[in-house]
């Protein structure tokens, strides 16, 4: 994939983080809720994680393509 690729999923790893921090300021808010935001959150996390390692790899494969176009 290109950098393109890995911008995209950068993006989508913060908008990942901004999700958290709503839920965490409307459980701040309302208590209600605030059991079933901390399991969203928790499972959010996960993806997070999950995708930075994918932009980690993918940012691998870019630095060699880089790499072999100069070479």
Not at 6 to 17: D, F, G, Y
Not at 28 to 47: G, M
């Amino acid at each position: 994939m290109s950098v393109l690729e890995e911008t995209k999923i950068v993006q989508a790893i913060n908008r990942l983080e901004n999700t958290c921090s709503l839920l965490s300021e409307v459980s701040r808010n309302d208590a209600r809720y605030s059991k079933r935001f901390t399991e969203i959150t928790e499972e959010l996390k996960k993806f997070q994680d999950e995708l930075s390692e994918i932009r980690q790899n993918l940012n691998i494969e870019n630095l060699g393509k880089k790499t072999q176009k100069q070479g």
